[in-house]
């Protein structure tokens, strides 16, 4: 396995035409082309994790054309029956609830699955999943560490599997244009993007062990991940902010804002990674970091900054969240669903705007118009064997910057980064990060 990923990923690398795919040369045999379903046909869906985002996601999915949610999948009894009364608001009729992804995803009468558990079961379920013969939309962040990402890569073309991730802004309309008029050069050649996130997230005290809640499966819950006792302070939104199963607020939200400067910039993988930040605001259990500035060279041609405040929803250009970008003849600025182009000297020359109302701090559902168009994506390409505008190995390269921010400020030093596949270079300590253990058992395997 060892020997085919290390050629899988040379093959990356060398832009080979294995993996430069799109179209028909997507990579599906002419076995998996037989199983392409037809316009009017009805695409199967199971749902995993409804306690939040799940929850909204599994009512847009079922309201969706020719789509059939079939389950919901929680190992906590509660969150399963948020997600089963979900569906059954939005279409009339009530989906199944199994307590196990390793079950649903055997059921042959679902075609695909939508995936927002914690992120340390985000590229474990889509190897699952993939293995199974299931497309798969996995909400970001693709995985909980960069080398998870090239697993969910290999697995997606092994089994000739459409595996999406949840970048929703790949496929909202007014930014697709932004991202055009930036390529067509309407700010010139565009050499810097500075990215934000910011929010007032409370503190999460300190965590007592206490007994694990009787409607919650706290075995399968932790999964993969090696095993910790259960917390008084854990479950359901706080595991964000704890290594061994979250990612911290950097992929928690970064990931989009850097995911679009990263489009609009034309480049795959930064040369160098810096980062400075800590657990500022409170003192408790919150392993993270409330407060981070990511710093990203591409050799010298690009930078794209990220400045991530938890705890402080001082806005930035009057956003919660954007990116702008800086070129030789101006700026462009985007929101959450609409850009604006100024000259060098600051004046405005072209807005476009939409009358879409999006919350961006929404965790669960920001706005679900624009996230309908996504899953639209999602559902055609299912359909036609062609790409999805945010792709498994798309979702890999966004998702590895943020994360090699992380890796960056928990060793304390700047990153030298192989900017053909995005590995760290001559760094030991931080190379450890790039991967992560497995409860026994558990490693992921395809």
Known sequence: MENSRRDFIK??????????????????????????????????MGIMGTNGRGRKMSANFALMNNTDV?????????????????????????????????????????????????????????????????????????????????????????????????????????????????????????????????????????????????????????????????????????WHWFWNWGTGEALNNGTHEVDLARWGLGIDFPTRVYSAGGRYHYKDDWEAYDTQIITFEYKDEASIVWEGRSCNGSMVEGLDRGVIFYGENGSLHTGHDGYSIYDREDQLVKEVKSDIVIDGRDTSSPAASLDNVHIENFLSCIRTGEKPNADVETGHKSTTWVQLGNIAQRVGRGLTIDPANGHILGDAEAEKLWGREYEPGWEPNY
């Open 11 to 44: 093959k990356v690398a060398a832009g080979s035409s294995v993996v430069a795919i799109g179209g028909v040369g997507y990579g599906f045999s002419a076995a998996s082309y037989s199983r392409i379903l037809g316009a009017n046909d009805a695409i199967r």
């Open 70 to 238: 079939l389950y919901i999948c929680d190992v906590e009894e509660k969150a399963m029956a948020k997600g089963i009364k979900a569906v059954e608001d939005a279409v009339g009729k009530a989906p199944k609830g199994v307590g196990d992804i390793r079950k649903m995803v055997e059921f042959k009468d679902i075609d695909a699955v939508f995936l927002a558990p914690p992120d340390h079961w985000h590229v474990p379920a889509t190897i699952m999943s993939c293995v199974a013969g299931k497309h798969v939309y996995v909400e970001k962040p693709l995985g909980h560490n960069p080398a998870e990402g090239e697993m969910a890569i290999e697995a997606a073309r092994k089994y000739k599997t459409v595996v999406q991730m949840g970048a929703q802004r790949r496929s909202w309309k007014l930014l697709t244009e932004g991202i055009h008029e930036l390529k067509k050069g309407a700010i010139g050649k565009p050499y810097m993007a500075k990215t934000w996130y910011t929010n007032n997230r409370g503190p999460i005290g300190t965590g007592k062990v206490v007994p694990v809640p009787s409607n919650l499966d706290y075995e399968l819950w932790q999964g993969p991940a090696p095993r910790r006792p259960y917390k008084d302070n854990l479950i359901h939104y706080n």
